[in-house]
């Protein structure tokens, strides 16, 4: 394996003559193939269900495994809208392990 001199660059690195560099130029390509494609494909449903499992692991990252399993089913009987989110966590916040964290976290 060779060092680089420091004054080497990599060559994705160093813009063309005839426009911006090659990882701004295949990040515009990516942008305008995703914009091209129809929304509500499986990749968007994808994208959408694991955004939600982002947040729930974000704003309740000690919910033990049963409710997060309801909390989950909950959403997912509902196609994972907002509306199944809010639902979700109206039912959540009703649950006893909501309110004893609610106390937890009150008197830390």
Do not use: N
Not at 25 to 54: F, N, S
């Amino acid at each position: 394996m060779r060092r680089r001199d420091k004054s080497e660059q990599e060559p994705e690195r160093q813009p063309d003559e005839d426009g911006p560099a090659l990882w701004l130029r295949l990040a515009h390509d990516e942008i305008a193939l995703r914009t091209q494609l129809e929304t509500g494909g499986g990749d968007d449903l994808l994208d959408h269900i694991l955004e939600m499992e982002a947040r729930l692991k974000a704003r309740y990252p000690d919910m033990p495994s049963d409710i997060r399993r309801e909390f989950s089913a909950r959403l997912g009987a509902e196609a994972f809208t907002e509306d199944a989110w809010q639902a979700a966590v109206a039912w959540l916040e009703s649950t006893d392990w909501f309110r004893l964290r609610g106390r937890r976290l009150g008197s830390s």
